[in-house]
């Protein structure tokens, strides 16, 4: 990574202002659901109190439409980063307001005090660049570790940096771009992606990205669906994108004079209806009958995806191989977390769903990466610059 980090510059004594992500999941009772994020915000923040940094975190936390909003408010994180971090935290009851300056300004070396919400100002996703400024006052210094949210120009994640000098990336940030940029660019071969989910559109700049760096491209989940109509294919009630078949053409072409081996699924598990008990037959990918809909890739095809996991050195996975979310229709989601979870490829999740699944299925520690940003990994893996990073002062 061409970008200076956190361990570039000397933070000792100086207000150093640390953009994370702690946009965790919580139940109705506001109780943290899944505090990964918060725990991939550590290592930075420690790193920080132990070289005696004055240190304010900023975080977005849902969607808040009208300023402050109890249910949005980062309390919760506040008091898990405080047991975390023996006691060190404290909350401003604000953002930009006189209760976080005054806090800020009342900050001893080691200690850190937690803005509230940044979204609670509609200026925030705006990028406007006033109050940019105004959260620029906190730090001497910059450091962007919410990787989750760096692929979005907002004036935390990216406008701050035009007022402060010294601007850097945390440790998180640089190793979500160490493990990805360096598969992306050196990777160990053969290099396998597997790409799923909902929709083609969604995903076209990464397929095609891809596509100039991958040995072999699986594609499952629905959008294979669409693939399939361009081979002439019958898809019944699957889901497709009708104005992206000439697309898909286009791409089967790519990868035949790249030389790339595609993989589409050649059986499916097909349902009646579209629900969690429908009923359910195995046919073949392009014999989709009438009435009947594609709703996970079938056992032939989950085992030929694994015996190409099982051959490679590199394997990149984004999105379900079906509609994951129900049980019967799981199988092909998970026998790819299976596959992936028992080689011994450098092996990379690019967020989201496909995260959640190896998590559930608790394969997680045998995954070499699984990314904090589904969006931003995206974004990355299309060879998109993020906009959050883009702006940090590269190294000389
Ligand atoms: P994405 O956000 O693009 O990764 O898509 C994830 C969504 O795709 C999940 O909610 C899945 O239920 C859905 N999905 C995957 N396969 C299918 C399928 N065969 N039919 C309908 N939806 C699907």
């Known amino acids: 990574m061409n970008k200076l980090t956190v361990k570039d510059v000397d933070v000792s004594g100086k207000k150093v202002l640390v953009r994370a992500d702690f946009n965790v999941p919580q139940d109705e009772n506001g109780n943290i659901t899944d505090e990964n994020r918060i725990i991939g915000a550590l290592p930075t923040i420690k790193y920080l109190i132990e070289h005696k940094a004055k240190i304010v975190l900023c975080s977005h936390l849902g969607r808040p439409k009208n300023g402050f909003e109890p249910k949005y408010s980062l309390a919760p994180v506040a008091k898990r980063l405080n047991e975390l971090l023996d006691g060190c ?26 803005l509230e919400n940044v979204r609670f100002h509609k200026e925030e996703e705006k990028n406007d660049p006033a109050f940019a400024k105004e959260l620029a006052q906190f730090g001497e210094i910059y450091v962007n570790d919410a990787f989750g949210t760096a692929h979005r120009a907002h004036a935390s994640t990216a406008g701050v940096a035009d007022y402060i000098k010294t601007s850097v990336a945390g440790f998180l940030i640089s190793k979500e771009l ?16 597997i790409l799923g989910g909902a929709k083609v559109s969604d995903k076209i700049g990464v397929i095609n990205n891809l596509l100039e760096k991958v040995d072999s491209l699986l594609i499952g989940g629905a ?24 697309l898909a053409k286009e791409l089967l072409k790519k990868a035949q004079e790249r030389k790339v081996q595609l993989l589409l699924p050649v059986d499916n598990v097909v349902a009646n209806d579209f629900n969690a008990n429908a009923d359910s037959q195995v046919v073949e990918s392009m014999k989709i009958p009438d009435g009947w809909q594609g709703l996970d890739i079938g056992p032939k095809t989950a085992e030929n995806f694994a015996n190409v996991i099982k051959n490679a050195k590199t394997v990149i996975w984004n999105g379900p191989m079906g509609v994951f979310e129900f049980e019967k229709f799981a199988v092909g989601t998970k026998a790819v977390a299976q596959a992936l979870a028992k080689s011994n490829a450098i092996t990379i999740i690019g ?10 299925l608790g394969f997680a520690d045998k995954i070499t990466h699984i990314s904090t940003g589904g969006g931003a990994s995206l974004e990355f893996l299309e060879g998109l610059e993020l906009p959050g990073i883009a702006r940090l002062n590269d190294k000389k």
Request: aromatic share 4%; glycine share 12%; no cysteine.
């Open 89 to 114: 935290v404290t909350l401003a009851h604000d953002v930009i307001g006189e209760d976080a300056k005054a806090k800020a300004a009342a900050l001893k070396e080691g200690q850190v005090l937690l």
């Open 178 to 193: 160490d493990i990805m940029g360096g598969a992306l660019e050196e990777p160990k071969r053969p290099f396998v992606a």
């Open 223 to 246: 959008m294979a669906y669409t693939f399939v109509l361009a081979q002439g294919g019958k898809v019944g009630n699957s889901k497709v994108e009708l104005d992206k078949v000439d």
């Open 351 to 360: 967020g989201g769903d496909s995260a959640a699944a190896v998590e559930q």
